[in-house]
């Protein structure tokens, strides 16, 4: 998502005979507070890294293309999203994927990323998980992982040759006591998708089919909560912030209003 800057008009009085920028240090505080950013850890994860799979899917041409995603169970207590879009480049994982605020999108409205956060998101839950990147017929998995130090580290632990289409794999671990949380995570992150993913691991029931429709809204009678969607992401709307003129409708219609990206 291309961000809107804003240009700074600076008025002073006297001259400016010394300044400094401020900086950020690269240290173990600093990376803590980036990985605790989020409030519903579950839904901020499975969001962040749908979101992923679903711009590497448009910048592959396949903007129509379901990605993946493994749903923890007993048996199988992890989660997984896979993608099947442009993969990561070895060289793109260090300068770019575990980079905090790089981001290859913050040119175009065709994708919803922008602050090279969103990749990063599951160290919030977890101190450890992994990457699989298949990348013009090469494939490496990666691990992620706090270091001895505190420090948000990535290595690399295999490469070798495949004829698997290119794509991203990350698979985390999920504690059996946050397993609903993830299954809850997956419907709440996904449901306004264009696009649902195919799951594996468990059932999840998607919406009902919206009771009244235009061209950029829908409306559900079973949802107690109307919703701006951008890219898929659904953002809930504050009621006591909507003027009387629109109060009720927005309160009780059950409202899913589409905005384009940016």
């Not at 260090?94 to 090279?116: C, D, P, W």
């Given at each position: 998502m291309i961000i809107q800057d804003k240009e700074t008009t600076l008025e002073?009085?006297?001259?400016?005979?010394?300044?400094?920028?401020?900086?950020?240090?690269?240290?173990?505080?600093?990376f803590q507070i980036l990985s605790s950013l989020y409030s519903d850890k579950p839904l901020a994860i499975v969001r962040e890294l749908g979101c992923?799979?679903?711009?590497?899917?448009?910048?592959?041409?396949?903007p129509?293309?379901?990605?993946?995603?493994?749903?923890?169970?007993?048996?199988e207590p992890w989660l997984t999203i896979q993608d099947f879009g442009t993969g990561i480049s070895?060289?793109?994982?260090y300068e770019i994927y575990s980079v905090y605020f790089a981001s290859t999108k913050t040119n175009t409205n065709?994708?919803?990323?922008?602050?090279?956060?969103?990749?990063?998101?599951p160290f919030c839950y977890t101190?450890?998980?992994t990457i699989t990147?298949?990348?013009?017929?090469?494939?490496?998995?990666?691990?992620?992982?706090?270091?001895?130090?505190?420090m948000p580290t990535i290595s690399l632990a295999s490469q070798e040759n495949t004829n698997e289409e290119n794509g991203v794999e990350i698979k985390i671990p999920v504690k059996q006591s946050d397993i609903s949380d993830?299954?809850?995570a997956v419907l709440n992150a996904f449901k306004f998708f264009d696009v649902k993913p195919i799951i594996s691991g468990g059932k999840i029931e998607w919406l009902d089919k919206p009771n009244f429709e235009g061209t950029f809204w829908k409306s559900f009678t079973n949802l107690h909560q109307s919703y701006a969607v951008m890219g898929g992401v659904a953002y809930p709307i504050d009621t006591y912030k909507v003027n009387n003129k629109h109060y009720d409708i927005i309160r009780k219609a059950g409202l899913v209003i589409q905005f384009a990206i940016g």
């Amino acid at each position: 998502m291309i961000i809107q800057d804003k240009e700074t008009t600076l008025e002073t009085i006297g001259t400016i005979t010394d300044e400094a920028q401020f900086k950020m240090r690269n240290s173990q505080k600093a990376f803590q507070i980036l990985s605790s950013l989020y409030s519903d850890k579950p839904l901020a994860i499975v969001r962040e890294l749908g979101c992923n799979a679903m711009d590497s899917h448009i910048a592959s041409g396949q903007p129509n293309r379901p990605f993946n995603v493994h749903v923890p169970n007993l048996l199988e207590p992890w989660l997984t999203i896979q993608d099947f879009g442009t993969g990561i480049s070895h060289e793109n994982i260090y300068e770019i994927y575990s980079v905090y605020f790089a981001s290859t999108k913050t040119n175009t409205n065709t994708q919803v990323g922008m602050l090279g956060l969103g990749s990063k998101s599951p160290f919030c839950y977890t101190d450890n998980f992994t990457i699989t990147s298949r990348h013009n017929n090469m494939k490496r998995i990666y691990n992620a992982y706090f270091n001895q130090q505190g420090m948000p580290t990535i290595s690399l632990a295999s490469q070798e040759n495949t004829n698997e289409e290119n794509g991203v794999e990350i698979k985390i671990p999920v504690k059996q006591s946050d397993i609903s949380d993830f299954h809850s995570a997956v419907l709440n992150a996904f449901k306004f998708f264009d696009v649902k993913p195919i799951i594996s691991g468990g059932k999840i029931e998607w919406l009902d089919k919206p009771n009244f429709e235009g061209t950029f809204w829908k409306s559900f009678t079973n949802l107690h909560q109307s919703y701006a969607v951008m890219g898929g992401v659904a953002y809930p709307i504050d009621t006591y912030k909507v003027n009387n003129k629109h109060y009720d409708i927005i309160r009780k219609a059950g409202l899913v209003i589409q905005f384009a990206i940016g």
